[in-house]
């Protein structure tokens, strides 16, 4: 079996960099994951969200396989999984921000897919979205190039991850339920 592999965050920038909305690498693929983990069968016109309508051929080749590849990883492969942020060589600033937007960028898909964010029942996976919240809204300016704060961000990157990881888990199992409970009744 092929190595399923993600467009590099290069990539992808290059051919966002060509959209009407230019939106960053990172916040693009936290998008797409908060589309396929709150409805992986979503017809939500992802693309047009992300280029604003505007796209060449290569471009829409790059975040079609952005979008096949997640949908892959989260479905099949969840170990696999991994978020689309700058490569460890850059700056620690600049992935620290990179993070922030890969969070706000999932919660957008969440939201747009019809999942609550907030004011929802105490849950593992309630939890879970509040970290990624809370994420989101860290300050990456006070980040510092230390080590103490390298760390910081290679064990948020892991949260992050692995709160995504929950979330579709338990998404998929509501799916689940929902499923084997209308079949029996169906409610208008």
């Known amino acids: 079996m092929k190595q399923l592999s993600l467009p590099t965050y290069a990539q992808l920038d290059q051919a966002?960099?060509?959209t009407a909305l230019k939106l960053h690498p990172s916040q693009v693929h936290g998008l797409v994951c908060g589309i396929l983990s709150g409805n992986p069968h979503s017809t939500?016109?992802?693309e047009e969200l992300i280029t604003g309508g505007k796209e060449s051929a290569k471009t829409h080749t790059v975040l079609q396989g952005l979008y096949d590849v997640s949908a892959k990883q989260l479905d099949a492969f969840l170990f696999e999984f991994q978020l689309l942020l700058p490569v460890d060589s850059a700056p620690l600033p600049q992935r620290a921000e990179a993070l922030t937007l890969w969070c706000q960028g999932y919660l957008t898909g969440l939201k747009v897919v019809g999942i609550?964010?907030?004011g929802r029942e105490p849950s593992e996976m309630t939890e879970a979205i509040n970290d990624i919240?809370?994420?989101?809204?860290m300050n990456y300016e006070e980040v510092v190039a230390s080590e103490e704060d390298e760390v910081a961000y290679v064990e948020l990157v892991e949260h992050v991850r692995m709160?995504?990881?929950?979330i579709y888990?338990?998404?998929r199992e509501q799916d689940t339920t929902k499923k084997s409970s209308n079949s029996s009744h169906h409610l208008h």
């Open 116 to 118: 609550d964010i907030v």
């Open 133 to 137: 919240i809370e994420i989101a809204k």
């Open 163 to 166: 709160a995504a990881i929950l």
């Open 16 to 18: 966002l960099a060509k």
């Open 169 to 171: 888990q338990d998404l």
């Open 44 to 46: 939500t016109a992802w």
